[in-house]
């Protein structure tokens, strides 16, 4: 069983950054889609970021130019650059891996992104 552990969410000011790391009990070579999502409270879960076979990176409108998604597959390790922080950014993040046939098929426990005015 793959497990995925997200981790580096907090408290932050707004117009600030912080980075989330998601890591992999195994190698994230074989994940063709890894992703970010965030879950706010009354909210539907949305899809932030996602990286599709290693060439294609898509982010939602609400954080292009903010935030970027990355990995480093030495590590098993995806991240997540959050900069320039809003309020609207708080929320639970959580991490997703899988394949192209089914790219949701592991997820993270989440970690709460909490960002004050």
């Known amino acids: 069983q793959v497990q995925v552990v997200e981790s580096g969410g907090g408290l932050v000011q707004a117009g600030g950054s912080l980075r989330l790391s998601c890591a992999a009990s195994?190698?994230?070579?074989?994940?063709?889609?890894v992703g970010w999502h965030r879950q706010a409270p009354g909210k539907q879960r949305e899809l932030v970021a996602q990286?599709?076979?290693?060439?294609?990176?898509y982010y939602a409108d609400s954080v292009k130019g903010r935030f970027t998604i990355s990995k480093d597959n030495a590590k098993n390790t995806v991240y997540l650059q959050m900069n320039g922080l809003k309020s609207e950014d708080t929320a639970v993040y959580y991490c997703s891996m899988g394949t192209i046939r089914a790219a949701y098929a592991y997820w993270g426990q989440g970690t709460q992104v909490t960002v004050s005015s």
């Open positions: 990286i599709i076979t290693s060439t294609t990176t």
């Open positions: 195994t190698s994230i070579d074989s994940f063709a889609v």
